[in-house]
């Protein structure tokens, strides 16, 4: 069963824009980590929070975590065109992970 | 460089027919994880492994088997028995027990149609 659900399930914005994407799950995790998947390949590991942390940061990118709410967020700041892509968050509960069904995000040149 | 190689990228399956999508890792990671992803949805959980010789039941094992006789390959057969087989399908690798705080790597997929 899936465990993380994103919201907005599509968003689309202009270069230059930041782009919010949320994450909520529902049961405890070790960590919760971010992915992205360009159209028709695998998935690259972009960030990993683990649930004793609050915020992290990476490059353009930014996860907060929430575990009492069960729900984390990521950022990516000044968009590029390039950062069309889906993606996932995925939660580590004990010895495999569970993803959502993703964001598609669409940056407009 | 190190990483997942699945083979093929297409692969074409007649009605009743059984194919195998290879997986190969070279991070000599311990652990390897079969998923099934379908148009504009998430990764389902086919089955993993730990170990050598090991292998768990994901979500959506039903039509499916794996077999882990390497630490370095991990190949899924698509059975008869599974109905609906088109898909796209992702192995991935990781580090489990105390490297439980790494990420996900994962192949480029193989792309299943029946025809």
């Known amino acids: 069963s899936q465990q993380g659900e994103e919201d907005p399930q599509a968003l689309s914005i202009q270069e230059g824009e930041n782009a919010t994407m949320n994450c909520s799950y529902k049961?405890?995790?070790?960590?919760l980590q971010w992915y992205r998947q360009n159209s028709g390949r695998g998935l690259v590991h972009l960030i990993l929070?683990?649930?004793?942390?609050r915020e992290k940061h990476s490059g353009r990118l930014r996860v907060t975590l929430d575990t009492s709410k069960k729900s984390s967020s990521l950022l990516i700041t000044a968009s590029r065109a390039a950062d069309t892509a889906s993606y996932f968050c995925?939660?580590?509960?004990?010895?495999?992970?569970?993803f959502g069904a993703g964001t598609r995000l669409t940056v407009k040149p | 460089d190190g990483g997942i190689t699945q083979s093929p990228k297409y692969l074409f399956r007649k009605e009743g027919q059984n194919v195998t999508l290879s997986c190969e890792q070279n991070l000599n990671h311990d652990a390897m994880y079969w998923y099934r992803q379908d148009p504009g949805q998430g990764l389902r959980l086919i089955y993993y492994?730990?170990?050598?010789?090991?292998?768990q039941k994901g979500d959506i094992a039903e039509g499916y088997s794996v077999s882990r006789e390497k630490k370095e390959s991990f190949p899924l057969t698509v059975t008869s028995a599974q109905k609906n087989p088109t898909a796209f399908y992702l192995c991935a690798s990781s580090t489990p027990g105390v490297g439980r705080h790494y990420g996900y790597t994962f192949g480029s997929g193989t792309r299943l149609t029946v025809v």
């Open positions: 492994s730990q170990i050598v010789n090991d292998f």
């Open positions: 929070i683990r649930s004793n942390e």
């Open positions: 995925a939660t580590r509960a004990n010895n495999d992970m569970r």
């Open positions: 049961t405890s995790i070790n960590n």
